[in-house]
């Protein structure tokens, strides 16, 4: 007898190639929804963050026990049933692909293995720290083998600043091979650290926005993305939105940051104020999704989209926000590698 997971990866193999689900759109049938800012949260990956603990014991069981006691799924150890399980739910939601980030450096080869099987579903981005020696190598690896478009850095959890030349050769990478680089400033909140009883390690002296205006100016065609509306720095992002039409924003997570701060009072205020300067060409929706059970975040999907229409954007502006943009801005209709001069 196959097991349950044979079963549900047999069932979902037509949406490979963009199958009959593929550009359907839960709640709006008529727009492609591409999620911009996922997380693949391979059982690599909790391995490699359980040993950033002092201790920790068999490193399978302390992972199994903590799934246990916190609630999450532990994911198997074969990435590609992870993103089978990925796919059913993007299937269940008409969901047409995910930007999927390895989220450690190191676990690149588990969302290299969801970009192989799926090429049409997954859309993957290295994690980089650009202080280590192989940071240069891994990412020119990443996109020439695995099929990467993006890259992602954390300037305040790895201790550097946007625009200094530690990371120019990580922006010269993105500049050749036509990558989309994700800059993370603000508050940095990551739960599987807090589940493995690992401290969220990130030196505020690294969440200022304007570090990034200097990069943006000097590489003025890569596209930069700032998620979560910046995390609390939403007024130094519409400065630099309004400084280097080059930077873009990302609406992913439940954006609780609103939570810390008292200068924008709703996320109805943020989309407005975001709309002013990015307009809906240069925002990119985002669910921050990241582990079973809760999967998909259709909640934060069905919150957005009734803010854009309450707002009174078309249906194309919609359209623009949930889907094209990330489609344009990866260039889905293009092969990689590319090469700029």
């Not at 391995?47 to 903590?66: K, M, N, V």
């Not at 959890?157 to 603000?186: D, K, N």
């Not at 205006?213 to 400065?239: E, I, K, M, Q």
């Not at 009174?312 to 090469?339: H, K, M, V, Y």
Request: charged share 25%.
């Amino acid at each position: 007898m196959f097991p349950t997971w044979l079963w549900l990866r047999l069932d979902v193999k037509r949406t490979r190639r963009g199958g009959a689900a593929a550009g359907r759109v839960w709640g709006a049938a008529s727009m492609e929804i591409i999620d911009a800012h996922t997380h693949f949260l391979s059982y690599n990956y909790f391995r490699l963050l359980t040993q950033l603990r002092p201790e920790y014991g068999d490193l399978d069981e302390f992972i199994a026990e903590r799934s246990r006691r916190h609630g999450f799924q532990c994911p198997a150890k074969d990435p590609v049933r992870l993103a089978d399980l990925w796919t059913i739910e993007m299937e269940r939601f008409g969901v047409s692909r995910v930007v999927s980030i390895a989220s450690l450096p190191g676990d690149e080869s588990s969302v290299g293995a969801a970009v192989r099987v799926f090429p049409d579903r997954f859309i993957g981005v290295a994690s980089v720290n650009p202080y280590l020696p192989v940071a240069e190598e891994v990412l020119e690896h990443s996109v020439r083998e695995l099929g990467f478009r993006g890259v992602i850095l954390y300037p305040s959890l790895h201790r550097f600043a946007a625009s200094s030349e530690v990371v120019y050769p990580i922006y010269r990478l993105a500049r050749r091979y036509h990558l989309v680089v994700y800059v993370h400033f603000g508050s940095l909140r990551v739960p599987p650290r807090r589940w493995l009883g690992i401290s969220d390690v990130h030196d505020s002296h690294f969440v200022d926005l304007s570090d990034l205006h200097r990069a943006a100016t000097d590489f003025p065609n890569v596209r930069f993305v700032v998620p979560s509306f910046g995390c609390g720095t939403l007024r130094a992002l519409l400065r630099l939105g309004l400084q280097c039409p080059n930077v873009y924003v990302d609406t992913s997570s439940s954006n609780c940051w609103l939570e810390d701060q008292s200068e924008f009072t709703s996320l109805r205020e943020v989309f407005e104020r975001a709309l002013e300067v990015f307009g809906p060409a240069r925002i990119l929706f985002g669910t921050d999704s990241s582990s079973f059970p809760r999967g998909w975040r259709v909640a934060i999907y069905t919150e957005q989209l009734e803010l854009m229409k309450t707002i009174g954007l078309s249906d194309r502006a919609c359209d623009a926000i949930l889907g094209q943009n990330a489609r344009d801005l990866f260039g889905l209709d293009r092969d990689l590698p590319t090469f700029a001069p």
